[in-house]
């Protein structure tokens, strides 16, 4: 089982960038593949995106294509997401997911399971 802690969220005005990063302990972040989700109160966690074991296969939600960028640095047990031209709709607290294995349909990678950290806080204003 692997542990994760995001890190990076904050408070941000519109138009403005932030860089969430999640840290793996415990077990080789490479042998996961991780997404990212985001929640706000009263809403189900919402897929964000999702980054291949080898970082060569990436996928987003609409909302966020063209803003938000997921990278990993697996010599790091680290994975990223860059986020930019944020909106006040992308307030949220946002959660990394590790799952073993790749994942490419979305049935599979945006699903409910593997490990999860604590999330980190993003609120961006207008």
């Known amino acids: 089982q692997v542990q994760l802690v995001e890190s990076g969220g904050g408070l941000v005005t519109a138009g403005g960038s932030l860089r969430l990063s999640c840290v793996a302990s415990?077990?080789?972040?490479?042998?996961?593949?991780v997404s990212w989700f985001r929640q706000t109160p009263g809403k189900e966690r919402e897929f964000v995106g999702v980054?291949?074991?080898?970082?060569?296969?990436?996928k987003y939600v609409d909302s966020v294509k063209g803003r938000f960028t997921i990278s990993r640095d697996n010599t790091k047990n680290t994975a990223y997401l860059q986020m930019s031209s944020l909106k006040p709709e992308d307030t949220a607290m946002y959660f990394c997911?590790?799952?073993?294995?790749?994942?490419?349909?979305?049935?599979?990678?945006?699903?409910?399971?593997?490990?999860w950290g604590q999330g980190t806080q993003v609120t961006v204003s207008s």
């Open positions: 997911n590790a799952k073993p294995g790749d994942y490419t349909d979305p049935d599979s990678y945006t699903r409910n399971f593997g490990s």
């Open positions: 980054i291949s074991t080898s970082g060569g296969f990436t």
């Open positions: 415990g077990n080789t972040l490479s042998i996961y593949s």
